[in-house]
């Protein structure tokens, strides 16, 4: 992560658009990423170092209903910087959409997630993420955000807000060019100066 205040390791990179599974179907998708140049210490005390560290989790989703569908991150993993292959925990997912969020041109929904996390993958045990989905699109644009909110359960003041965002300019169904911006602002009691 970026900022002193964010403690959690990054398994995923990826603004949600509100598109599920149709009922009935499954789908795995395998998140990977590698830090080239990094902080070469660990974010906590016992964590991993970021530098030269490739995290990565297949995630496994089901479509339940036009405006559910529920998923699991498992297992998470580190090829860290010395060599060393760890397996970080996991995750449990229910994502709530408009249906058909694809051909809308207005589109909303909500992530809860709920992480099992290894010591040195997190400071603590359990961790959870409220990702609302907010998103307009017209011709071949989608404008997106994720007004992400992270917890470690120890409180309201401890949320800590992590907002992502997407511009993307799509050829086809197949093929788009994005934009996607990530930051961290740090806990909701305590935002970081914006220098930071």
């Known amino acids: 992560m970026l900022f002193g205040s964010a403690y959690a390791q990054t398994d995923e990179i990826q603004v949600y658009d509100a598109t599920i599974n149709a009922p009935g179907r499954s789908s795995v998708q395998l998140h ?5 140049i990094g902080q070469k210490q660990p974010n906590f005390a016992g964590g991993i170092v970021p530098n030269h560290t490739l995290n990565g989790v297949p995630e496994w989703a089901y479509g339940v209903t036009d405006w559910l569908e529920m998923g699991a991150y498992l297992p998470l993993y580190s090829w860290t910087w010395n060599g060393r292959f760890l397996i970080d925990g ?8 408009v249906p058909h969020a694809q051909e809308r041109s207005f589109f909303f929904g909500v ?3 709920l992480s099992f996390n290894a010591d040195y993958w997190e400071p603590t045990r359990n961790s959870g ?10 011709g071949p644009v989608d ?3 994720n ?3 992270d917890t470690s ?4 003041g401890a949320l800590d807000f992590a907002p992502a965002a997407r511009v993307a300019y799509n050829f086809s169904e197949s093929w788009a060019v994005a934009f996607e911006h990530y930051t961290d602002y740090g806990q909701l009691s305590h935002f970081e100066p914006l220098a930071r």
Do not use: D, H, M, W
Request: hydrophobic share 50%; proline share 8%; aromatic share 14%.
């Open 153 to 156: 359960f120890q409180g309201l």
């Open 129 to 138: 993420e409220i990702r609302p989905i907010i998103g307009i699109r017209f």
């Open 90 to 97: 996991a995750k449990l997912r229910a994502e709530f959409v």
């Open 32 to 36: 990977s990423n590698y830090t080239p």
């Open 111 to 113: 992530n809860f997630e």
């Open 147 to 149: 007004p992400i909110l």
């Open 143 to 145: 404008l997106i955000a």
